[in-house]
């Protein structure tokens, strides 16, 4: 798909995004790069971010500057930001920087602040629950539980639970064998919810026989599309236009 750039169309933005497999609730800002389908629920806003296949943000949820993987379900109210403000500065506020009170103050800002870390990155088939808050630039490792209310502020690992403020591990979902398996399958690489379509009796509720029927058949099993789709506004116009793969 070549970059198209678009007035938009009488029916709205939501139904020009579902044609790109992005159903849309919420608003988004610019630089959102996805792969079909994603959802995003009412009230709920997203910048700067790439999300995988078939995860989804319930609503009132604020994801900012971070990289979601495949098959996530981040729940409502949940905050995900990658901006900080200067510590070392004489104020941490941004007037230094920025004038927000542009129409009663009338200054220049004389310093310049980057203002984000490093990407928040949250891997494939993590399920964040309300509330949760994750600190900027915190790695979730793939298929991660992270509990509501926690406050992560330091790297989960693959598998583990971890709850409370701030965030602990209190177990992991399966022995590290069966973890190990689950990793080096990459199943999420698959799309399931299209095999389901083909195939009835697919065990989902039995890990190591769902592992054992993708190393069996899984040139069977459809993959997902790794298309992505980039999306930004420019004054009145939506432009949408390919992203390279994930990791490229
Ligand atoms: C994290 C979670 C999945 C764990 O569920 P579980 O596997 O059944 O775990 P348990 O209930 O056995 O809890 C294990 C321990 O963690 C504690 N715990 C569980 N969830 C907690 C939470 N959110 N905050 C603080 N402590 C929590 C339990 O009290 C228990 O402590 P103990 O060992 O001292 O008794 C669940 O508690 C949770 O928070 N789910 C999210 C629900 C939600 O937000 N849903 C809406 C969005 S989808």
Redesign the pocket.
Known sequence: MDTATQSLPKEGLRSLLLKYGLDNGGTIGNGLIWEAPIKIFHSSHVSETEIGAYSYI?PRTEIQHANIGRYC?I??NVNVRGSAHPKEWLSSHPFSYRNLYGSSRNYKPPLTFQGYSEKTVIGHDVWI??RVTILPGVTIGTGA?I????VVAKDVPPYA?V??NPAKV??YRFEQALIDRLLQSAWWSYDLPKFLEQQAGVPLDDPEKMLDLLERNGTDVPRIDVRRKRYSRQRDKVVIGSAPPAGT
């Open positions: 319930s379900s729940g409502d629950g309300s539980v509990g509501a209310g926690a639970v709850v409370g209190v177990k």
